[in-house]
């Protein structure tokens, strides 16, 4: 499976009364399609996956392999800390004809190392999906060790890539080394994008993609074709941006980015709240430097 | 609302198809309470609250109800990183008639100070019954500032206590000499029970109370009593069962050591995994040397 | 040795050429005799020992006893990262006639738990004067293991305590637990003071007994006598001082609230610099408060 | 000035009694300058400065310019947290005849970004030479920020490179970003050598290339050639040993792997020890795999 060079972790459009707005998401899948993404991931940690019910995140599957069309990889984000209920929603969302699945490493419980293995492998043995594996513990607390991916890539053969956003280049570096050819590693950090492939990575799964992913795209084309040069001035100028996103709990920034480029995907739920002002401004001021 | 000196954070007993043993529920609940147990939190983080299913989270509830029979304050786990399914489980546990609610700060997507201020106040605005928060961030990462708890504290009537599991004791104190006399600061770490007692806290909400209740109970009183060394005498010899209780990801030692201690309660669900034959042997002689 | 309750780290004064003062000296020892302090920490972090010069830090043992006079013990800081020097002027203080010394673990070029044990095996060994060991990772990085703390205190006759400024309270607990009863264990951290002594440990080393020595002395008082809500009051008032002395680089603050206090000490040496005014005004204020 | 792609951070040499070996120098600097080095760093942390005498670090500079005799840059280490030492030994370097300087941030009296901002300045006025900053806060704890970094070089002709050693990439880009173009970044840390060039950097500031400082100087021109799947194998492979030799407190590793290479370097001084033998073992058997 190949996922390309920006996968972009999608937001998930409301309405003004909080539901999800199916319009705007068509609107949305065209606007990234035609700006760099490679592939999308639904009802991610961008995609606010904490906050929408079981039977959403279905419908967001199923709509937006339709929507797609084929015209890029869909992965449909159906990890949590619940290794019965991941096993249900993997297979619904194979139902729906996803491409993929990300599994994000289980957060708040704090398993073990031989405990995320056995999770990931009970998962995995439930869908002949290809599996992308997503190691975030900025979120999660508990991360999973390079020797366990390099085990999970070893020993089951649906699990074909990973999004590292532990930060940690030595166990990225580590991890493609010691799995196979064709298992993928994706920057899981924006900003790290170059250095994760200049250690031999392959892609990013994106935020920033949604405000600058024909540049995203371009910086990694550069790097790829050896003009290391200008992708590292790409780099220098996306990274204000990259920054601003977080500067607020994701994805508040983004979809108020979306917004500023007159893209309307509506506000987030509870308990994420909308930018205050100074955050607004802030984020609007380097929209425009971009 | 009194929680007492040692409120048992409860584990949730399975059978051996790992389905939640209502029989066994009994024996712990009885053996707890003759064990130094002055309230009981059911399905918290201890009590493997990620891998429970809503209706198995309310039947513990409305079962723990019954058997505790009024003899303690009952404490159900209803907050998640979810706002309106905290507020449903807030009103279902209302229902089953529990004396309490315990809300943790949202996990995984990282509200903001203020997005878990709106948070906390939409739940409690649902329940009249009083609301002990849930400080983690060694589980959630997202931290609730000592300011956002004083100001929880002053707005909202049935806030009432806090679990502070964050081992800032210098944020602590700012809670504790900054909110009104009747607010609680309990202690979600056992080895900090002293000091926080030292600093002005109320209690501990306990994992170590399932193994030895009896002493952590005689230690809150040696220290009210003023007899701080005797206090810290029983502290420095609970402090290795405390410790040993944490050396796998928790509930899986403290159930291994309740079955060590003659009172089967069943293993842990998938992310979590039983302890390897080492851990097993560890735990199996720190009790011992209790 | 008896360190007593309070030990202040004490500044070192310098005149408005930024020479050691030794005129201001005098009133600083006299003024913090009379208020709270049990012992001399000289030439310590917050005496600015990386900016005194060997001789500086001679004269200034030597004119510290005799103004001292057998008052109260005198604590020369000998200790540094280079084991050879530590050697030499520990043997120069012992020849000044201080009461102790104390060693700091080697900071920068983070020595591992043997060279650790070695460096203080090789000092302890050149003197007959008692020794407390300071451990403070925060300023240092390597940190003392208790293991290591233990075995320093069963080997060696003369290392008899430890400033501990790790905040790492099970450590604490198990040095205590687990080291002769005449070996002490001093907090570093003002804030930690109830925190440490409500483990069993024996009193602090002190930056904030330069402007509150009366009320940590009364707030130890109360708590050995068992007035364990009254010290908890005392540490509650005392809280904001404390972290006021850490908001810029000690010892500035302490330096400019002795001055706020009318005890002209001079400033500091670069790389530490003046407060700015800001910095200034919040420490008056809260001065003010106290 | 051109530091070169690999600047190797020199080991000093001891005899079997301690003291500098300035033989063993003489060998050490022709196999360094044969094996991929492009300058040289003298009296650095891995020249275990803190256990050098002022003299023996005059002599070590004035010897090694000699030797050296112009093949390439001579960097002399002559920063520490004493400011008025620091401009003494600068001072002394030059006199020695080196080619530029290296000034660490002060470690462990935690200096403000203005004092370290003036630290920084009063020494780089007393010297026409040029500065390599080095910002280290694994080892000093106080970080010099990016801001700080930037108003350095805009500020002060002479400072004219950093050896960054914070991991922190989005910090080591804005200092690229915002710097004058012939101001350098190096990388301090030989496993983020090549995440550091793919946003801007220049190259490496080495202890790996004691032992593989050919492959070093490969692995960078690769990338800059674009070449850069090659440059990611080259790291790949090195990972290992740059890991290896940070097992234990560094230089010890290295000087052992040095002699294990045939190059008696002799050992290291207190705090440092020798390894254990495990320790030994795991890095010979790294080294033969290498």
Chains 1, 2, 3, 4 share one sequence.
Do not use: C, W
Not at 238 to 265: C, H, S, W, Y
Request: no cysteine; proline share 6%; charged share 20%.
């Amino acid at each position: 499976m190949n996922f390309g060079n920006v996968s972009t972790a999608m937001i998930t459009p409301f309405d003004n009364k909080g539901n999800v707005d199916f319009q705007k998401l068509s609107t949305l899948i065209d606007y990234l399609l035609k700006n760099g993404t490679d592939s999308l991931v639904v009802a991610g940690t961008t995609g606010e996956s904490p906050t929408l019910s079981t039977e959403e995140k279905i419908a967001l599957f199923e709509y937006t392999v339709k929507e797609v069309n084929g015209r890029v990889p869909v992965i449909a984000g159906t990890g949590s800390n619940n290794t019965k209920d991941s096993i249900k929603l993997t297979k619904k969302a194979e139902e729906a004809g996803v491409d993929a699945v990300m599994l994000v490493t289980p957060y708040y419980n704090k398993p073990s190392q031989e405990g995320m293995y056995q999770h990931f492998k009970a998962i995995a043995a439930e869908t002949s999906l290809p599996v992308m594996l997503y190691n975030v513990p900025g979120r999660t607390v508990a991360s999973l060790a390079p020797e366990t991916t390099i085990r999970l890539a070893a020993d089951i053969p649906n699990v074909v890539a990973i999004k590292e956003a532990s930060g940690d280049l030595e166990a990225i570096t580590k991890i493609i080394a010691e799995t196979p050819e064709d298992f993928y590693v994706y920057s899981g950090d924006d900003a790290l994008t170059l250095p994760i492939l200049s250690v031999g990575g392959r892609g990013v799964v994106s935020v920033a993609s949604h405000i600058a992913g024909t540049d995203m795209q371009q910086m990694i084309k550069n790097y790829t074709n050896g003009q290391t040069a200008n992708a590292a001035l790409i780099h220098q100028k996306l990274l204000p941006i990259m920054k601003e996103l977080f500067k607020a709990p994701n994805p508040a920034p983004v979809k108020t980015a979306l917004q500023l480029r007159g893209l309307d995907v509506g506000s987030v739920r509870l308990p994420l709240v909308p930018l205050t002002e100074d955050e607004r401004l802030s984020l609007s001021s380097t929209i425009s430097e971009l």
